[in-house]
């Protein structure tokens, strides 16, 4: 059930993320797919200054533990610190961890999502555009439903554009996701390579 859901909400987005960024990234056990639709892509959401993005990520590592995301945030630059915009928002997540074959554990919760991105100013003539960002997401018990009792998430990552439209980064990762009676709540962790393509 999980995979259906899963494939058919990622084919969805690929299809509506096709004008924004579709990105990659993997490391030795992990998996992960994510893509963003950004409102610099539709003309008709150009009505202020603020941004608004759609995210969505599919998440797999060799435990066969699985992740999905769908969020929304605002984005927006900060007047006093050139170079740096703040996104604030909510997602959407379930996640299922499988327990050495026994029955999975579903959870599901709506965290609450800031991120913090600084855009390099070019020190030299022609330098790539690079950017560095920060992201935290947090539900607690009240934002967390069935036997979901906290969500944590947290990743930082570096990305550098290498070629027109075509950037590589690399970054960390940091998501618990809290059960009722169970003490281990790490569903993922460690640092991760990718390749993102923006349309």
Do not use: H
Not at 62 to 87: F, P, Y
Not at 97 to 123: Q, R
Not at 124 to 146: C, D, H, Q, R, W
Request: proline share 3%; glycine share 8%.
């Amino acid at each position: 059930m999980f995979k259906k859901i899963a494939l058919t909400t990622l084919c969805m987005s690929t299809l509506l993320l096709a004008e924004s960024g579709i990105g990659l990234n993997i490391n030795e056990k992990d998996l992960e797919i994510e893509g963003i639709l950004d409102s610099r892509n539709l003309e008709v959401l150009q009505t202020s200054s603020t941004i608004y993005q759609a995210d969505v990520n599919f998440l797999y590592d060799d435990e066969n533990a699985k992740l999905i995301g769908a969020g929304l945030m605002a984005t927006n630059k900060v007047e006093a610190l050139e170079g740096v915009e703040v996104s604030l928002g909510a997602k959407f997540i379930w996640a299922e961890v499988g327990n050495n074959g026994s029955t999975d554990n579903s959870f599901t919760a709506v965290p609450l999502m800031a991120k913090v991105k600084y855009i390099v100013p070019p020190l030299i003539y022609k330098t790539p555009p690079m950017s560095i960002e920060g992201v935290y997401l947090y539900a607690p018990k009240v934002l967390a439903f069935g036997d979901s009792t906290e969500y944590n998430e947290f990743r930082v990552k570096g990305e550098v554009e290498v070629i027109e439209n075509v950037s590589l980064y690399a970054g960390y990762r940091n998501i618990k996701t809290r059960y009722i009676g169970l003490k281990n709540s790490l569903f993922n962790t460690g640092f991760y390579g990718g390749l993102k393509f923006i349309y």
